[in-house]
């Protein structure tokens, strides 16, 4: 399957922003699918992501309460609706997917799309 994440940019601390993955390829609803993110000088970590059944969602400690995973199987996306962003949220965000219910490691990566947040 083929992920192509948009939505990235630029915006105040505080704001928002809707990040979408548009996948190819595949039968989209048989896929997990979720976002990563890699900051400057830092490791890629995991942020969310929802699985293909029973859309059970998972969030990183540091997004929890503020980022909203989803997914429209009609349309093959994803999108990850980012609210009350900090500046350490600063980084390229990727979609993944993996035919696994919840893999550790994904095995389909997209492009990244940058999200900088300014203070």
């Known amino acids: 399957v083929q992920l192509q994440a948009s939505g990235g940019g630029l915006v105040q601390a505080g704001g928002s922003l809707r990040l979408s993955c548009a996948a190819s390829?595949?039968?989209?609803?048989?896929?997990?699918v979720g976002w990563f993110r890699q900051a400057p000088g830092r490791e890629r970590e995991f942020v969310a992501s929802?699985?293909?059944?029973?859309?059970?969602?998972r969030y990183s400690a540091s997004v929890k309460g503020r980022f909203t995973i989803s997914r429209d199987n009609a349309e093959s996306t994803v999108a990850l609706e980012m609210n009350s962003l900090r500046p350490e949220d600063t980084a390229v965000y990727y979609c993944?997917?993996?035919?696994?219910?919840?893999?550790?490691?994904?095995?389909?990566w997209g492009q990244g799309t940058l999200v900088t947040v300014s203070s």
């Open positions: 390829g595949g039968t989209f609803s048989m896929y997990s």
């Open positions: 929802i699985t293909m059944h029973n859309r059970s969602t």
């Open positions: 993944v997917a993996d035919e696994r219910y919840s893999p550790s490691n994904w095995y389909y």
